[in-house]
DNA sequence: CTGTTAGCGCCTTCAG
DNA sequence: CTGAAGGCGCTAACAG
């Protein structure tokens, strides 16, 4: 049996009072002696305090839930990489739920995390609507989400600024003399997808170059999903460069690429966006837009702490900054 | 403030033993009429269960803990989800924790976990020296890991069949004509270098091959750390193909072949071995081992509650085999 | 079949 | 400054 709180008392020849107060350094002062004698106690013992006993008295777990439809994505990694650092270094463990996008899983997921009464939440990869479905069903508690939402209040918000980053590498692009420029998006409830339209689309009209609704096309953010895309651009439309809305797309164009016979950039420019560390493995380099997964991660994580531990100064949305890398997927054509 | 057993009990008009005998489908049996009474309050209230007063009075806490110097790996990912998806199923918790491998961080990781008494363990990527040590510093619980162990009894173990994946990849190799043929390993420490070292061997032996010690070089399973090695393998040992221990570091080998002014597979071939998603992607597609990571973490997950149910038939070690995917990066040539 | 009671390990008044 | 006592939400004997 572990050593509980009785054992270091009776070893230390104190009461389970002066043992909670020493080792939660509680402000009533301890006399010196008796609190060495504790502490002498705890370490022969190996004494650990029972966190479940502990949070059912204070209702505090000391736990964050992470809900994710796909923990699968590299995107995340560094994500929750971050988050496990800051949660760890607080002396906070991480619950977490991958969904596979599954209906019976998000609510099994949910009614673990609604029992455990976690300290906190954190969403990572879902949209607005869905996200006000899964938060009506969960009690109260502070959440964080990866994304910017326009309705939902009081919860923590990081993102990047999507659509300045996706306007700014469509003008690489154009300024790289492509003015055929295609598109691969994912799905439209996403704001990171609106954002990122919105950003070509600036981009294209600011520099005179009419919108074409045909060089849109929608993925669903996977690798294969961006095959089909591909070669409907290239082949059918004629594009010289293809933009995609994340680098897994990227890879499914090169993919296709090699497949049909186009080399990159020779014939088609490509580039993607998040800035996987894969992506400076491909041949040619991709060209994207590094999004600081593991600073957003902790930002995520921070903010959650702060929020639980009531801190309300602190500012709900955080923004940050995108890096276009400019790479060798993206050539320079004459005009 | 959340809606307790008590809630319940007193809105159905029953007692609290009550209601803890319905829902938890106790063998005794309850009167129909109550039983329903008891389910309709806890549908009015939303009522769920405390888990951590269950847990402090069962004992158990229906949790495990993943612990691993780094999650970051993309191998670990697929494992991840298996694992996730296999305790969702059981309604287990996961505790994440990501050590970075800090030696502090590690410390608190396993105090939370000490302190959260959890279910049972998986290690993710630890060797077996370090694996002991850790263990030692926790209480006694059903233990998972992913590689294969000479020393420690009682554990669960994951792993595949490494030497001989490794030593069919390089007995292709062979076939395709190579006979001077580099290798990456990582370091000794761990089993599977060792593992895939003596099937390398053996394929050269058997095919006649004396083996040279200089054309086996460190890395550190990183894609940075394949470069050097790469390059000396190359430039200064003149291999005609470079065998890497796992694909992050033949994606190093991708790199430095680019900056070198080597095509692969037209100069050089190269071989990885994970069987990562992203490697069908890099141009050309790399030959690699594919482990079913996946089926791993979901077998690793399974495995360890089987142990804390305490079904004791179940095999202990579980091998699963790779699977060689030949694909361009590895050239054929005369020989 | 059902309710009462006694803890689980801990924190937190409340007296001394 | 310290100990005794009550209770957090729940389960598990034990009576009825």
């Not at 704001?191 to 990122?196: E, F, L, M, Q, S």
């Not at 009419?210 to 409907?232: H, K, M, N």
């Not at 290239?234 to 049909?260: H, P, R, T, W």
Request: proline share 3%.
């Amino acid at each position: 049996m572990r050593t509980t709180i009785k054992d270091v008392a009776k070893m230390a020849g104190v009461s389970i009072s002066t043992v909670s107060r020493v080792i939660n350094y509680s402000e009533y002062g301890v006399d010196a002696a008796l609190k060495e004698r504790v502490w002498e106690a705890v370490r022969a013992t190996n004494y650990r305090p029972n966190q479940n006993a502990k949070s059912i008295v204070t209702n505090k777990t000391n736990t964050v839930a992470v809900l994710s439809p796909d923990v699968g994505h590299p995107f995340y990694h560094d994500i929750i990489i971050g988050m496990n650092e800051v949660a760890l270094k607080d002396k906070y463990s991480v619950l977490l739920y991958n969904t596979n996008g599954d209906t019976d899983n998000e609510q099994a997921a949910l009614d673990l995390i609604f029992s455990r009464s976690v300290d906190g939440i954190i969403f990572i990869g879902y949209f607005e609507e869905k996200l006000k479905g899964l938060m009506e069903r969960l009690p109260e508690v502070p959440i964080v989400v990866f994304d910017e939402l326009m309705q939902i209040q009081n919860v923590g918000q990081i993102y990047v600024n999507d659509a300045e980053a996706f306007y700014e590498m469509t003008q690489y692009v154009i300024e790289c003399g492509h003015t055929k420029i295609g598109c691969i998006m994912g799905p439209a409830q996403y704001a990171i997808v609106k954002n990122r339209l919105a950003g070509y689309k600036r981009a294209l009209s600011e520099s005179g170059i009419s919108f074409d609704e045909r060089l849109i096309v929608q993925g669903r953010l996977t690798e294969e999903s961006a095959e089909g895309p591909a070669q409907y651009l290239i082949q059918e439309c004629g594009v010289s460069a293809v933009l995609c809305f994340n680098d897994l797309m990227a890879y499914g164009v090169y993919k296709k690429c090699m497949e049909i016979g186009k080399r990159i950039p020779e014939d088609i420019s490509v580039a993607g966006f998040d800035g996987l560390g894969f992506s400076e493995y491909l041949n040619p380099p991709l060209t994207t837009c590094c999004q600081p997964g593991t600073e957003m991660g902790a930002r995520a994580m921070s903010l959650l702490l702060d929020k639980i531990k009531g801190a309300q100064t602190k500012e709900e949305k955080i923004c940050l900054k995108c890096q276009l890398k400019k790479r060798a997927s993206v050539k320079r054509i004459a005009i």
